[in-house]
Structure formats: C-alpha cells, structure tokens
C-alpha cells in the first residue's frame, strides 16, 4: 500500500512530554535442559521468529586457567580450534563453515571460552557436527600452532601503539600482579615465544572438557531434535573438570598515578579503579544500580560532567566486571591531553562523592531504575541475545528465575542500598589511575594531583 | 530459484508536508523502533566547510524548543535506547522504546524537527564542537592508521567531489564554523520533504500513522533538496605514503566502482568477499595462510548513493615488504580476472548473502534492523520494499558477470596505492609513492 493520505489527528500538545505508558512484560523464554551421558548441558530455547539458529558452546574455563609463565595459552588454544579437524585443514573447516554461510566465533574470557556458529535453520544439523569437529577433534598441528602463535606476536607488537590496549594491559597488571586475571588473553611476547604445541595439545585436554561445558541453542529449534543431534556429535566426547582457579593474592592497592608515556598524544587513554566484587556478591544489583548512576549511561554523572559540561572527551564511563571472583571496577575515557589532570581529578571526585557526601538523588535514582528496568525486554529481542543471557546463567550459576527477578529486584534498591554497597565496594584511597599520554605535557599537571604517587612505565614493559 | 522469505510487511504513506512513514508491525516483543532518516550527509557540504552534517547531529541531541534540555534523560528515563549516525549521503536517528513510551519519542522526534532553532545556543554549540574535536582525537589521530581514510579518499575523489572529505571533517574547518551555519543548514536540510520515518515493532499501523500525523504533520513541508551530482575518474596509478605511529607497514588499494545498487556493485561485493573476506579467501589463503608474508588481509567493496570504491588492506609481517603484497595481490586480482570464481566461491558467496539478510532482519531497530534498512531503500531508492530484490542482485551473479566486473573495475593502472609506514621508514613504503599530508 503507498500514496499521500490525509489523516484527521489530535494537534500534539508541547506544553510538556507525554507520560510513558505501561507496557506488557516480556517473559524470558523457558530454559529446556538436559545432560547428556557425558556431562555436557545442552540448553535450548524455542526463538521461531527468524528462520536461523544461534548455537554456542560454552566451556567455563578461560585466560585465567592459563599455567603459570604460559600466559595467553587459553587464548592461542582457542584459536587453534578451527585450525583443522581430523584430516581437514584449517582452510577446509572455514570452507564448510561458508558453505553454510555460517557466522563462526571464537571468544575467549577470563572465565570462560566460547564457540559460536549461527546458521539458516535449515543447516543445523551440519553446523553441529562442525562445532563438534572444532571444539572436541581439533587437529592442533604444529605447523598451524607456529602460524597462529606468529600471528599473535605480530597483534602484540601492533598493540603497542594502541593506546587503549596498552591501558587496559597496564591496568590489568598493576591490579592483580601475579593473580590469574593479572594479565590480558592475548598474554605476553615472552610468554608465547616460550609455548609450545604440546603445551596446546595439553590445556585442551585438561580444560575443554564436557563436564564444564553447556550448549545453548536459540532459535527456529526443538529441544528433543537438538539433543539428539548433540548426544551425536558429541557422544566420544568424554572427561571430569580439572579444577578451577581460585583467587591467588591480589597485590595490596595504593592510590598511585602509572603513566605510559606516548609522545605528542593528542589524548590521553584513561583508567581508574579497582578490584572490586564478584558476580557472586549479594549486592549485585545495588551495585548495577550505582553504576548506571555514575558512570553507566549518557546521562550518568561522569559523562555528564566530562563531555556535556567539560568537552573534554567523547564519552566517558564505569563498570564494574562481574567475574567468578573478584573482577574490577574502572573507569575509562579518553580525554584531550590538556584536560588530563582535570579530567582524573572530576573522576576521582565523582568516584569519591557517589559514596560520601554527594548520595545519589532521588529523581537519579528513579531514572537509574527506570532506565535499567523498562527497556528491559529489548534485552531478549534476538537468538544470539538470548543465548548470551543463558550463557550467564551457565557461566555464573545463576538461577533459572533469574531473569525473572531482575526487575522486580532492581526496582528495590533504595537510595541507602546505593550509598552502602558504594562505600563497602568504591575505594577512592586504593584507586589506581593508568594514563597512556604524552608525559611531557601532562606529567607535570599529574604530579601536583595530590593524591598519589607518580609512576612511569614504558610501552615494552608491560 | 527457491523463493526467499526476504520481504517484510509494511505500509507507506506520505503526509500532505511531505514526509515519508513507513509501518512494520512485529509484535513479538513489547518494542518499537522508531527510526528518522535525513537525507544529508557530508555529501552535501563544501569545501572549507567539512564536518558540519556530523557535528549538526551532535546538537541534535541537545534540546528543541520544547524542550530545552538533554534528549537522553527522558528517553532512557523511558526505557529506551537512542542513537544517530552521520555517513556521506544520510544522517539517522533512532530509538528503540517500550512500547508504551512510543508517543514520548515521536514527541522528541517531531520537535527537533519542527522547533531545534530556537534552543540552540553558543554554549552548546561551542561544547559540543569540543566533543566532535575529541571524537575526531579518540578515532583518527590517536589511532594507528587512523588517518588512512581521509588520505584514501582524497586521493581517490577530486577536491571538488563531495566524497574527497570524510564525514568527521577538518580540524581547521570545524575550529571556524559559526553558529549561523547551524541555522543555514537546519532550515535547509532538516525538514519533512527531505526525511522518512519509519516504525517497527509492536504497534498498530493505524493508531501509529495517527500518532505520526499528530506530532509530524504540522511541521513546514521545506524546499525539495536538489540530489548532489559529482563525477570522478582516476586515470593512472596514484602512488601515495605517509608516516604514522606504527609498528608495521600496511598497503591500502582503492579503485572507484559503480555507486550503491548499480551494475556491478553485488559482483564486486562478493569479488572482494571472495579475494580477501575471511580464511576460505584466495589472498589470505596467499598472503597469510600459505606465504605469511601479512599480518592480515581485507576486501571490501564501499558503495555510497553517488559513487563507490573498493578497498584491499594488507599488513606486512616483519621481514616483509609491501612491494611483495602488491605484487602478489595483483597476481591474484589478474587470475580471477582471467579465469573467474569457482562454482564453489560463487555458490558460497550466494549462501553467505542469504544468511547476512536472514542476520539483518533479527532485529527492529537500532543500527540496521528492519526500520533502518526500510529507510535505506526509501531514501535511496523511493522503494522500501526492494528487500526482495536486492538479494536477488546476488543470487543472479555469475563467474561471467563477477570476472566482467573484477576486468572493468580493479584495474592495475587507475587506482590508489596508499602506503602507511612506521616513523622514519619511508623507505619501506611501496615503490615511486609520493609523500601525502593528512592531519
């Protein structure tokens, strides 16, 4: 239907903004679930609206199960899966993958490693004998290893002008030290030259195993059809859990001041933080509450204060990661190198004053609420979002009513909940700052800022 | 062929003013896309002047006369999710609301449409140009590489065509606009004869077009906007270099190609997936899989309303020049010029198409999503229901078709070859490259 209609409507009223009326909930979709023999969840969700299904192999084990000195081995054993199976080569795998017009992912976290394939509905049953082959029956070659592993020294030498991913390994390293979130997936030029293929074959053996391992299918699916092609695919498939890491020591934190010098940086790459709190911890969803508050949204304090007040970056914002331990709390913006010193101190203050002597607003509060809760729906609009919110509850042990609970839990905190879960999980005398800039420009600015020591820690030694 | 469930329902109605309003119901989710194109982008500015579409985007979401404020705080107070983009040939604006917090949006919407002038101060203006400068910081200059777009594109387009600036702009041009720029522009570019609006998701079509009509109806029709008409034409080889803050040296190619949806544009899309898109790729397969001599490989073919190009992007691995990328990149173009894709590449590059639709319509809204590309083929194409059809440019290529393009189109003698080297090395650039400035 098309053409120029005349339509008899109400004149709009701008005298003020029309009142947002309530909108019917979205259930989450059930959660099927089995096991199979072997140990493996398998975890479907009926999601019909696009003929296409969303697979992901979830196996809780990630960077953090890195060995000692062999930094980054989860990482290069990730990618090793869909390096060749069987007889197949690497080249032949991605030619069956394209044949299916498959979406193929590897991602590699802390906790957890995944593989992800999403096809046409009608190719389900190859993508899961595909998925199975990478992840179970991967040929882990010694030539590919060599080529992976090149390849990967190559990205850490790129990475060293990158100023966002010179701050976040600086930062991880100057928070946990020695811990095993202590440093990035993609570990080490030192470690990886030092690594080897049996040290590939033998991670992949301890850690990919089924015990620890979910899939999750979303999508134009049926739960009994899914298992059975899974109990298939991956019925040789066998092995207990090794055992998971546990928090090592953390290095004790003082506020100090890190500086990556980059020479005539017109920015500096900001970081400030933490080690905060686990997914685990009970005030999860005050926290999540705080955040949005300060520095989780568009209209959260910091980004008020640093880019619609101050111009001073193109956006600034908080999080804090929820890992299986204790994951951290950061801040991180890039601000124009003349604004740095001020930048860190609004930030600091803002950090500070969430906690302290600025609590959190009534109407901040209703509109951190409102903001996390009504549009909260849109949150299970895909398969693949699906599939990641079900990863979370694999991931974190979450329970099935989870979602469930989500808004009606949000819309419990109180404004004493914020201020008490800042002040127990903010810490502004053990806030550490990484700045990647130009040192000559702004070292002197840092070093009047004075709360902290000031540290300078050049691109190759971190 | 078999048939593809590619089309989507929707209605179209034009409002006496003008404007465009495309319906899509999906009730699935308790949502809806709300989804504004502007039929402006850097496309339509000058020289000197480059910069401006992006930055009147930024000011977009500053307050209107009516509400003179942030346009995120009752939006994300709302439930809802917001953004706008700026390209050469449109500029976006979108919400994904609940659905009962529709009307709130089309309110914001229509009154930054209708009534922006009158909130629009110095101050705002001025803070926001700082944001756009630091966006320009955060994404260009302080990025390896950073800068490769804006010498790409003004070695490949004219100074007069309006595809040599990229959308982010000059940083001498964005320090010298003046606020009465911001009122030229808005009142000729920003107005219902030059937009199209569309909603997806959980509504009513009717109860929705009334509400479109209510708020959007008594907004001034504005002057047609004449389409921006440019030509180019690369005639030889041009050998450019510059130096950045890098670690390894990378070859950029550019060639000029047909313009979005014309003869040629889907055979040189799956020519470029096929040359260097993911690890079944002849040049990765070469350049990195089989003789390591690159980091990475990339191909894509870049179509805008009024011209494209095609890009190849390789990094050297240490020990490596770009002389041998290039030359093994020409090898590989003159073979499947020569002798054409495979039945295999071509089956593939078929399937992959489908699927990418098929990943496209999951969602409502948002950056792509079913609201936003029934706008594009609105906008571009006065045809929102070519989804059909614009697979079918796809499923019709054939290794004749595809061979003619990659012959007519990436040809050795008029292209682009850009070289981007570690500070201090020009030496390592690709051979006869003349030095470039770029900022």
Request: proline share 5%; glycine share 8%.
């Amino acid at each position: 239907m098309s053409g120029a209609r005349a339509v008899r409507a109400a004149k709009a009223d701008r005298s003020r903004l029309p009142v947002p009326q309530p909108t019917r909930g979205l259930p989450f979709p059930a959660i099927d679930k089995s096991t199979l023999p072997n140990g493996m969840r398998v975890w479907t969700v009926r999601h019909p609206q696009v003929p296409l299904v969303a697979f992901m192999l979830l196996v809780r084990r990630g960077a953090a199960s890195d060995p000692q000195g062999r930094d980054g081995l989860a990482a290069v054993t990730a990618d090793m899966l869909d390096e060749g199976s069987g007889e197949r080569s690497a080249i032949e795998i991605h030619e069956a993958l394209a044949r299916l017009g498959a979406q193929f992912d590897t991602d590699i976290g802390s906790d957890a490693t995944v593989a992800s394939v999403t096809v046409l509905s009608r190719f389900a049953q190859r993508a899961l004998g595909l998925l199975s082959d990478i992840v179970v029956r991967p040929a882990l070659r010694e030539e590919d290893f060599t080529r992976v592993r090149q390849l990967r020294l190559h990205r850490l030498t790129q990475l060293r002008d990158m100023p966002s991913a010179l701050a976040d390994r600086a930062f991880l390293r100057l928070l946990y030290g020695a811990h095993p979130y202590g440093h990035s997936p993609i570990g080490s030029e030192t470690t990886l030259a030092s690594m080897t293929v049996d040290d590939v074959r033998a991670f992949h053996a301890r850690t990919i195993r089924p015990a620890v391992a979910t899939l999750i299918a979303v999508g134009d699916c049926d739960h009994g059809a899914i298992v059975r092609l899974a109990t298939e695919a991956f019925a040789d498939w066998i092995g207990g859990a090794d055992a998971e890491v546990s928090d090592g020591d953390a290095p004790p934190q003082a506020a100090a001041i890190t500086v990556v010098p980059r020479p005539r940086a017109p920015q500096s790459e900001l970081r400030i933080g933490h080690v905060a709190a686990a997914r685990s911890t009970p005030d999860y969803h005050p926290l999540v509450v705080a955040n949005t508050i300060l520095g989780g949204q568009f209209v959260s304090r910091i980004n008020l204060n640093l880019r619609e007040h101050k111009g001073l970056t193109y956006g600034a914002r908080t999080s804090f990661e929820f890992r299986r331990l204790a994951g951290p709390f950061a801040l991180q913006a890039s601000v124009q190198t003349s604004g740095t010193a001020v930048a860190i101190q609004e930030s600091i203050g803002e950090i500070a004053g969430i906690r302290g002597e600025r609590p959190v607003t009534g109407d901040e509060l209703a509109l951190g609420i409102a903001a996390l809760t009504r549009g909260y729906a849109r949150s299970f609009e895909t398969g693949e979002q699906i599939g990641r919110a079900a990863m979370q509850l694999a991931l974190y042990d979450l329970p099935d009513d989870y979602f469930e609970q989500f808004v009606p839990r949000i819309e419990a905190v109180t404004a004493d909940d914020v201020s008490r879960v800042t002040a127990r999980h903010l810490d502004p005398a053990r806030l550490v700052t990484v700045v990647v800039g130009d040192l000559d420009a702004i070292g002197r600015d840092l070093g009047a800022l004075s709360h902290a020591e000031l540290a300078v820690l050049p691109p190759d030694g971190i | 062929m078999r048939q593809l469930p590619v089309n989507i329902s929707f209605t179209k109605q034009t409002l006496a003013n003008g404007l465009d309003v495309l319906l899509h119901e999906d009730r699935a989710c308790p949502i809806v896309a709300v989804n504004l194109w502007y039929h402006v982008g850097s496309k339509n500015e000058q020289p000197g002047h480059t910069g401006f579409a992006h930055l009147f985007e930024h000011l977009m979401f500053e307050g209107s006369e009516h509400h003179d404020k942030g346009y995120f705080q009752p939006l994300q107070g709302a439930g809802a999710t917001l953004n706008g983009s700026t390209n050469a040939d449109r500029t976006n604006y979108w919400e994904v609301v609940p659905t009962g917090a529709l009307e709130l949006a089309l309110w914001m919407e229509s009154d930054r449409m209708g009534y922006l002038l009158a909130a629009l101060t110095q101050a705002k203006f001025a803070n926001q140009r700082d944001v756009v400068l630091n966006e320009r910081r955060q994404n260009y200059e302080n990025r390896p590489y950073g800068l490769a777009p804006m010498a790409l594109l003004a070695a490949l387009f004219p100074d007069d065509h309006p595809y040599h600036w990229t959308t982010i702009g000059e940083i001498a041009d964005l320090e010298s606009v003046q606020l009465d720029e911001v009122h030229a522009f808005f009142r000729r570019y920003y107005h219902p004869a030059n937009a199209s609006i569309a909603l997806a998701g959980d509504i009513d079509a009717d109860e929705a077009l009334a509400l479109v009509e209510q708020y959007f109806g008594d907004i001034d029709p504005g002057e047609a906007v004449e389409p921006v008409r440019a030509s180019a034409g690369l005639q030889r080889d041009v050998r450019i270099r510059f130096e950045d803050r890098v670690e390894l040296p990378r070859l950029y190619l550019a060639w000029l190609t047909p313009a979005m949806f014309a003869d040629g544009d889907a055979d040189l899309d799956l020519a470029t997936d096929l040359l260097a898109n993911g690890k079944t790729s002849r040049l990765y397969r070469r350049l990195v899989f089989d003789e390591r001599m690159a980091t990475d490989v990339s191909a894509s073919q870049n179509s805008r309303e009024i011209a494209g190009y095609s890009q190849i992007t390789a990094t050297a691995a240490p020990g490596h020049t770009l002389a041998e990328l290039e030359a093994a990149i020409f090898e590989e173009i003159a073979r499947l010029a020569a002798d054409g894709p495979t039945d295999e590449e071509i089956e593939r590059g078929r399937v992959q198409a489908e699927a990418q639709f098929m990943f496209r319509l999951q969602t409502v809204g948002g950056f792509g999503g079913k609201s936003d590309q029934l706008n594009a083929y609105n906008v571009f194409l006065h045809d929102p229901a070519f989804f059909d059809r614009d697979l079918a440019r796809y499923q019709i290529v054939t290794g004749a078709s595809l061979r003619a393009a990659v012959n007519q189109y990436l040809d050795p003698a008029r292209r682009v070859t850009l070289s981007i080297v570690p500070e201090g090395r020009p030496a390592l650039a690709a051979v006869d490259s003349a030095m470039a400035v770029v900022s």
